[in-house]
């Protein structure tokens, strides 16, 4: 049975693309089938962390919501790319990326005309069947619209990713409300790009108390990062970096006690 983990944010800016890359990654590198959606459909991007060239692009999710090809259609497998970098999949894992169009024209048509929610959950149930996925990672578009709320609804874990900023904190709560209503069974909370200087474990438990849910990790923010700009999956370039420890941290709650994420 596969397990859906829709990842969101109230605000844009978060992080979110990053950090979906990442845990499904390590948790990939368990040995698991993973895959992931982009369904931040006006301003896409996910795909540049897994070195997906555009030219290797010839369908998109907004291909499949438009009718122009199966969903399976849309995607593609870049475990590959992964493994020519760095030999890191000693067990049979993958993923399975779906990206959203980058074309100015489809973003527009977006913006102008919608698309029907429906058939996007729809399509991400065949998938995990198609695919046999183990796990399914939604990168959802920030804020609240119903694509946001029909992910939420179909995922068994919601990640909620904030920094430890006012106006993140205010729009979490909204984000918390509305995921407690629509009763996820398994909700996290991720704090990212938390200065090194900030006691870690008072922010966890401030943040944790705040909203009565648990905190999966406190990501700091680093210079490698700015370095790294989205050309490459963190985890796998910086192994033993504080950042990657507490990515692996969220990976290990999201897949449950017990299970072991190498780093």
Not at 57 to 62: D, R, S, V
Not at 74 to 91: E, M, N, P, R, T
Not at 135 to 146: A, K, M, Q
């Amino acid at each position: 049975m596969s397990e859906i983990i829709s990842v969101h944010s109230f605000r844009g800016g978060t992080g979110k693309s990053n950090v979906t890359g990442n845990v499904a990654t390590l948790i990939a590198r368990t040995g698991r089938r993973v895959g992931i959606v982009d369904t931040d459909i006006q301003s896409p991007g996910i795909h540049v962390l897994f070195g997906l060239k555009e030219e290797r692009i010839h369908y998109t999710l907004n291909d499949y919501l438009w009718g122009r090809c199966a969903i399976e259609e849309a995607v593609y497998d870049v475990s590959g790319i992964l493994k020519q970098k760095q030999s890191l999949f000693g067990k049979q894992g993958s993923i399975h990326l779906i990206p959203s169009s980058i074309k100015t024209s489809e973003i527009s048509r977006i913006l102008r005309e919608g698309y029907d929610a429906r058939l996007l959950n729809d399509g991400l149930r065949d998938l995990t069947r198609k695919l046999k996925l183990d796990y399914l990672f939604i990168d959802t578009h920030p804020g609240i619209n119903e694509e946001t709320l029909l992910s939420i609804i179909l995922s068994n874990t919601l990640i909620l990713i904030l920094r430890p900023d006012h106006q993140d904190y205010q729009g979490t709560a909204v984000a918390v409300d509305v995921a407690r209503k629509l009763e996820v069974p398994k909700m996290l909370l991720v704090v990212n790009k938390a200065l090194p200087s900030l006691d870690f474990k008072e922010l966890r438990q401030r943040v944790q108390n705040t909203y009565e849910a648990t905190v999966a990790g406190v990501l700091p923010i680093c210079e490698e990062m700015f370095e790294l700009g989205s050309q490459d999956i963190f985890s796998l370039r910086y192994p033993e970096h504080r950042w990657t420890q507490e990515a692996s941290a969220i990976a290990k709650q999201v897949m449950g006690a017990g299970v072991k994420v190498p780093v």
